[in-house]
T-cell receptor
Framework: DTEVTQTPKHLVMGMTNKKSLKCEQH?????MYWYKQKAKKPPELMFV???????INESVPSRFSPECPNSSLLNLHLHALQPEDSALYLC??????????????FGPGTRLTVL | SQQGEEDPQALSIQEGENATMNCSYK?????LQWYRQNSGRGLVHLIL?????REKHSGRLRVTLDTSKKSSSLLITASRAADTASYFC???????????FGKGTRLHILP
């Protein structure tokens, strides 16, 4: 299985809602990533987990809360988001962090709209 | 910023022609990767070139890397309609573990 899956595909939420994005991979990868991508822009790194521990937090607002319950799962908990947080949220995984040949495998993304 | 800069930002060519995209970056790297993204979907890894390599081929793709100029190019030969997508270069600096994506080139193949 060489696939990264993300659920849901689409999410519409109000600014007072709490929701979660989920990501799963079964490739035995030990590094997992969350990216945010606005239209016609490149993906922007948000968080990196390495061996289930948060390795990089790119100064993301606390209304985004990542969680890595095990080596296959990565969640992004959302609370009190703003309309400008509307974007495509991409999950990715790679074999390890800081490997010299660090190809990342991406999921299809969750299209988030905040009303 | 280490971020790569691709040019052109957008490119339209006839099917069957070759497409060339360029990427420039600012800091020393371990390797450089190219990814493709179809509209509104996840990215697909195309090819990785190491900092000590100068050229690499994969099917219709040819990537070059010039570390002295801090630049790379992606050539797609004999383009097809299915090649219509955005193409991003991604670099990882030697000093940290992050992969940073360039701004991307939107490629449109005309029938």
């Amino acid at each position: 299985d060489t696939e990264v899956t993300q659920t849901p595909k689409h999410l519409v939420m109000g600014m007072t809602n709490k929701k979660s994005l989920k990501c799963e991979q079964h490739m035995g990868h030990r590094a997992m990533y969350w990216y945010k991508q606005k239209a016609k822009k490149p993906p922007e790194l948000m968080f990196v987990y390495s061996y289930e521990k948060l390795s990089i937090n790119e100064s993301v607002p606390s209304r985004f809360s990542p969680e890595c319950p095990n080596s296959s799962l990565l969640n992004l908990h959302l609370h009190a988001l703003q309309p400008e947080d509307s974007a495509l949220y991409l999950c990715a995984s790679s074999q390890k962090l800081a490997e010299l040949y660090n190809e990342q495998f991406f999921g299809p993304g969750t299209r988030l709209t905040v009303l | 910023s280490q971020q790569g800069e691709e040019d052109p930002q957008a490119l339209s060519i006839q099917e069957g022609e070759n497409a060339t995209m360029n990427c420039s970056y600012k800091t020393s790297i371990n390797n450089l990767q190219w990814y493709r993204q179809n509209s509104g979907r996840g990215l697909v890894h195309l090819i990785l070139i190491r900092s000590n390599e100068r050229e690499k081929h994969s099917g219709r793709l040819r990537v070059t890397l010039d570390t002295s100029k801090k630049s790379s190019s992606l050539l797609i030969t004999a383009s097809r309609a299915a090649d219509t997508a955005s193409y991003f270069c991604a670099t990882d600096a030697r000093r940290d573990d992050k992969i940073i994506f360039g701004k991307g080139t939107r490629l449109h193949i005309l029938p």
